[in-house]
């Protein structure tokens, strides 16, 4: 449709993935339940699951694509190969999530928790990942063309061969920053802060 963004799929979620959600969407987040659930291989895309408590899902090869997940407890998920393109992120806790070779292009990570999480091979081309916590995440071999890192915490992040390409550090925090092997990322580093 002409107001769905680039990436992102206009299909609706099946009834009993719908129903599934809501179940796993309702769990308390103060009792550190550790179910997990697998919704692998499955469309979620656009879904509305804004504060839902779903850590410990699998998420492996869904499409995400612009699915509302701000606020949401997505602690110890596996986003392997996931889309989540245009995806709304904001204040998100991600902590430890497997993202490897997840699509993240726009998508908005503002302020989000994503510490020791690993990022291998993701692509964050123009995402906004200001002010978000990313404390030992693992970024090697990470697309971030463009991306928005103003005043993020990259404290102990593994950076090896990552594209930064027009990436805006500004004010980022990169005290203990490890394998600084991208000549790309030696050229953003001016106005960062240590």
Excluded: W
Excluded at 160 to 180: H, P, Q, Y
């Amino acid at each position: 449709s002409p107001l769905t963004p680039p990436g992102v799929t206009d299909r609706k979620l099946d009834t009993d993935v719908a129903a599934a959600l809501t179940v796993c969407g309702r769990r308390n987040f103060l009792t550190h339940d550790e179910v997990s659930f697998d919704l692998s291989n499955t469309f979620l895309g656009g879904a509305k699951l804004s504060n839902a408590n779903l850590a410990h899902t699998n998420f492996e090869f869904s499409d995400l694509s612009g699915a509302h997940l701000s606020y949401a407890n997505l602690a110890q998920v596996s986003l392997l190969n996931v889309n989540l393109v245009s995806a709304e992120l904001f204040e998100t806790n991600l902590q430890s999530a497997n993202l490897i070779r997840a699509k993240l292009t726009r998508a908005n990570l503002g302020s989000t928790d994503l510490s020791e999480a690993v990022l291998y091979e993701a692509t964050l081309n123009i995402a906004n990942l200001s002010n978000a916590k990313l404390h030992k995440v693992g970024l090697s071999m990470a697309k971030m063309h463009s991306a928005n890192m103003i005043h993020a915490d990259l404290t102990g992040a593994t950076l090896c061969n990552v594209d930064l390409t027009n990436a805006r550090l500004n004010d980022a925090i990169l005290a203990g920053v490890s394998r600084l092997a991208s000549p790309i990322l030696v050229l953003c580093l001016v106005r960062a802060a240590f």
